[in-house]
């Protein structure tokens, strides 16, 4: 099964940016949607970002439209998510998702097959 690490997160301040990356071990990513969810302290865990098996479509919520942008790399089996202009409301726990369909992108929950650890992002006012 496919293990998925996420990094890049921390500390920064409103305004700065952040690379997310998601690798996969014990496998590949190939054939797989991918996405990114994030949960807030006290919140429900929530949608980011989607992006199709091979990068073309990406699909993006409302709250980071225009500011956060999903691509892949294949070959080297992980997805990353650059998050640029960060907003202390960006502050929470990310996690890359694997999703269940080779075609469907994973927007919310009930479409990811196994999830990563998830990084800390904390944005500072």
Do not use: H
Not at 26 to 33: E, H, M, Q
Not at 61 to 81: E, I, M, P, Q, W
Not at 86 to 114: N, Q
């Amino acid at each position: 099964q496919v293990q998925l690490v996420e990094s890049g997160g921390g500390l920064v301040q409103a305004g700065d940016s952040l690379r997310l990356s998601c690798a996969a071990s014990g496998g590949s990513l190939l054939s797989v949607t991918m996405g990114w969810f994030r949960q807030a302290a006290g919140k429900e865990r929530e949608f980011v970002a989607a992006i199709s098996r091979n990068g073309g479509v990406t699909y993006y919520a409302d709250s980071v439209k225009g500011r956060f942008t999903s691509s892949r790399d294949n070959a080297k089996d992980t997805v990353y998510l650059q998050m640029n202009s960060l907003t202390p409301e960006d502050t929470a726990f990310y996690y890359c998702a694997v999703g269940r369909s080779a075609v469907v992108l994973p927007k919310d929950s009930t479409k990811v097959a196994s999830w990563g650890q998830g990084t800390q992002v904390t944005v500072s006012s």
